[in-house]
């Protein structure tokens, strides 16, 4: 990560409420660094889009301060703010080219007709649309149409861009593609990005950073791999990636550092608890269906069970086994094919993970 840690952006214990009884956004104090790609990521109705709407100015807090660049920003109308803004539905002008629609906002800035033509072919050229100048939105691709509205966001050159779930409306082979192209296009430029989505995919792969969002609050801000590797939640632990959910207790705290709990069959799983819980009190156990170790390999694990198998999914790039486990009936554990292969329903497996790959939540 190459950004200052400086931040451009501050949210200072802002809130945003719609009534008295519905409070969108709670208490929101979050740093957004200059240069960086944070994804603000969560569920539908989470506060992550009302967040992104307070920044860009078409909403305001009903308390606290937005900082940008040093000053409030509180009070200040959307086309004062200098922010560039891509949205799902590219909101491009339909009766104009691709120039014009980039045309328009150093018009409404008052640029110079040269400098226009200039800005618009670096922007164009940033996005490999040089060619596509005189077409129409209606000529283009979707893929096309949302490079043209990225273009249009970084033609006046603002230091902030903001991104409402600018993929949505694409097929899953260009959102893919379009992931990287955006993150490869943000490497080069080094602009402050806040982009919002609901697709863990897009979060992992394009941000410096992500920010959990679930009921109005941030459940955790973090790089990418500590929020896969590394929940602090449980909610964050299902929301990211898959996840195996086992309710368990709290027993004890061991001398090594690891924890014991207990599941509803009794059975002792040795983990990392997050906090520190006290015996006796409720958790909740997560563990990846990757990092569970079937079959032999698993002699010798500080947490090692036997179970049914109960199905085996195939899923092209790997293989999924259901076990019955923990007082639960669904215990998910991934495998390669080659791993798989000799496992069939009905079958009782030895299965295990190491304490560190488990960890308890709330």
Known sequence: MTYKTNPYVRFVNVHKAYDADTMVVKNLNLDVA?????????????????????????????????????RSINGIPPHKRGVGMVFQNYALFPHMTVGANLAFPLHARGIAKAEQKERILRALDMVKLSAFSERRPAQLSGGQQQRVALARALVFEPRLILMDEPLGALDKQLRDHMQLEIKHLHERIGVTVVYVTHDQTEALVMSDRVAVFNEGKIQQVAPPAEIYQNPQTDFVAQFIGENNRLPGVMVERRSDGNSAIRLRDDSIIFCTAIGQPNPGEARILSVRPEAIIAGADSAGLANRFEGAVKEVVYLGDHVRLIVAFGGIDNLSIKLTHRRAANINIGETIPFGWKPDECRALV
């Open 34 to 70: 200059d240069g960086e790609f944070l994804t603000l990521l969560g569920p539908s109705g989470s506060g992550k889009t009302t967040t992104l709407m307070m920044l860009a100015g078409f909403e305001e807090p009903t308390s606290g301060t937005i900082i940008m660049d040093g």
